[in-house]
């Protein structure tokens, strides 16, 4: 019988702008337990608005967490008992749900992908009408919400020491992937004894690119069954939906990152049908759809979509 557990939104269960595998475990788990935890926006003070209440618990992580490389905040690590280096950590994204009142989306300083065209740098705060499930622009339009967490993660390698928190890599990280939003299975390498499972940067809603860096930066609460998958050889993230196989691409060069998520799809292909690689690349030509994860977070990204149906 699996346990549920809730993680409290406080700062002894975050870390903020760092992923590190030396990090204490605030919270043991066995495989198929269920996880709820919650998140804060991206940034630090100077992205609050004037005219908007903060809720308590941002405003004291924001006031006593120290900060790492990076302006996300993450909960975590969650061990996951039996869990070893060279197994999977299998997560089943149960739930999203927005819990703040706004979020705020900004144009900063040599970031984003067009830094010398924007330079009358802005912070917006769009409002969340949760009755309606839209956020509302300043100009007025309205966007439908689909969270999701920009950050899912195990922890890196012990041999990486401290990774500062925007760039994604092997053990997922800040991939902002709107894909991986509730419904998704996401599978994660695991390098460390308990897995240590990360998850965090909330976001309303995204664009493919995330062009000027940021989505709409709001506080989320998820709910993840964590199990672990001893039969499963992996060496970098790999998702799917109930309708779609999803292959993950991360590098500095798009093209690169391009190339990784094809060869990922062909992969997995294989492994799940007595396809050649030929066959699988075909049908990878005809079927399957690459799309710009983002391009803002140092290693860009490419995910390739194919239909399960297909298979």
């Known amino acids: 019988m699996s346990r549920r557990f809730e993680i409290p939104s406080t700062p002894e269960n975050m870390v903020w702008g760092y992923l ?15 996880v709820t935890l919650h998140s ?14 903060v809720p308590e618990d941002y405003a004291l ?44 989306v900004s144009i900063l300083p040599l970031l984003g992908t067009l830094p010398d065209d924007f330079t009358d740098y802005e912070t917006i705060h769009p409002v969340v009408d949760h009755a309606r499930n839209v956020c509302v ?27 500062g928190s925007p760039v994604p890599r092997a053990f997922g990280g ?19 004894e308990g897995a240590l499972f990360f998850a965090g940067d909330g976001h309303g809603v995204q664009g493919d690119g995330e062009v000027c860096i940021t989505a709409l930066e709001t506080g989320v609460t998820g709910t993840f069954r964590l199990t672990l998958r001893k039969d499963m050889e992996l ?17 500095e060069d798009l093209d690169d990152a391009a190339k990784q998520a094809t060869r990922q799809m062909v992969k997995h292909i294989c ?16 079927a399957g759809n690459l799309r710009v994860t983002q391009l803002v977070d140092g290693n860009k990204g490419i995910h390739m979509m194919l239909p399960k149906s297909l298979l």
């Open 137 to 163: 622009m300043p100009w007025g339009t309205e966007i439908p919400l689909d969270p999701f967490f920009g950050i899912i993660a195990t922890a890196p390698p012990p041999a990486w020491g401290r990774c």
């Open 271 to 286: 492994e799940r049908t007595n396809l050649s690689r030929n066959q699988a690349y075909m049908l990878c030509s005809l």
């Open 61 to 104: 992580a924001l006031d006593t967490l120290p900060q790492g490389a990076g302006p996300h905040f993450i909960t975590g690590p969650v061990f996951v008992k039996d869990a070893r280096p060279g197994d999977v950590l299998q997560v089943d994204i149960l739930d999203v749900k927005v819990r703040q009142d706004w979020g705020f």
């Open 235 to 251: 060496d970098w993230p790999f998702a799917e939906s109930a309708t779609h196989l999803i292959s993950i691409g991360l590098d």
């Open 20 to 34: 590190d595998s030396s990090t204490p475990p605030i919270l043991e788990v066995s495989s198929g337990d269920v």
């Open 174 to 192: 800040n991939m902002d992937n709107k894909e991986l939003r509730a419904g998704t299975t996401l599978y994660l390498p695991v390098f460390n």
């Open 40 to 53: 804060f926006p991206a940034g630090g003070k100077e992205t609050l608005p004037d005219n908007l209440p």
